[in-house]
């Protein structure tokens, strides 16, 4: 019996995913366990494994095309067995993932049809088109009534939006390649280029929290002297060697064990507080900031967190990080030290209460206990809270407690 393929859920922003590439010829047969299709979530790409026998009967969404979650985007089935074209779009619960596929229930064992080319509506109705070539042609001008769509039911594809484009015209009446750069006048040329999904997903939550988020900063100033000499000493014994980012997040995964608002969340008028502590670390990716999760990060060692730290930073920067591993963060660590910032300001990710944001480590002159001003290496921390659930006490005892355990590091040798 046929059975729906949905698009799943992978993440708690996720709206929609765009299908990459199918790994299996529409009518071609598939074996359990072999890829069957690739598709690009607002945080990472991933390829699924089939969980069938049989052949892939339909492909409702083709490459280059996006889906909501819980939308039917394939049907597997017995080999041979005819699907009938629905009516609209077919979905199945939104909670459903790959592997929780219900009947089609309307699969009809009729005589298969060959595939039509058919034009989209002209005036009165909304042409049929997928929201990536919705969003392409209006980047790149082209006028979606003037395409013939070789989708399913005739839907205007990337590939149609494209082909338009490389034909040299823009479904307008612009002779001119609507890919070619615009005149900017006396900025000269002007290039534009389109955001990726998780370019999209970015600049949406930014703009959300921004919006949405009554945030306030705390700032302070952290004798490093300590955990600098007992980095020097883990160096001999300790493989790999902990990073000062490493130190940093298991003093906030400490503090936040001690403060357990810092660690929650404001969700529709209510507090969240979790029980479990996961530390997100931003690392830069390939034109995007992506936030892989540390779990657990109060009960782990320096040396695990090291560990896990550099593990996940090479899957960012190679492109292997899974969804899974972008998920379920509960307070985040932004660290730009590395490019000798001193200091900067975080926004906070919504819904999480609060963002550390960490500047250079570098010698700086301080007041020593006698009065005398000495150079230390020193790191200067911003936490960003969410004032509908963080006051100014809550963030900072907070922000102390991190700068005793950082000032104090043998403590995190044994939380």
Known sequence: MAVDIVMPRLSDSMEEGTVLQWFVAEGAPVAEGEPLVEVETDKASVTYESEHDGALLKILTGPGESAAVGAVIAVVGDAGESVSEPDGERHAPASAGMGERAPTGAAERVPAEPAQTVPPPRTGTRVKASPLARRIAGDLGVDLTALVGSGPQGRIIRADVERSVADGH???????????????????????ERLSRLQQTIARRMAESRATVPDFELRAEVDMSAAVALRGQLREVSDPVPSYNDFLVKAAALALREFPRVNGAFREGEFERYSRVNVGIAVAGEDALVVPTIF???????REIAGSSRELAAKVRDGSITPAELAGSTFSVSNLGMFGVDSF??????????????????????VD????????PTVQLTLACDHRILYGADGARFLVRVRELLESPVSLLLG
């Open 170 to 192: 823009n479904g307008a009446g612009d002779d001119r390649p609507a890919a070619e750069p615009a005149d900017g006048g006396a900025k000269g040329q002007v290039h534009r």
């Open 296 to 302: 657990d990060a109060d009960r782990r060692s320096l």
């Open 345 to 366: 300001s975080a926004v906070v990710n919504p819904p999480q209460a609060a963002i550390l944001a960490v500047g250079a480590l570098k010698p700086r002159p301080i």
């Open 369 to 376: 206990d006698t009065g005398a001003i000495v150079a230390r």
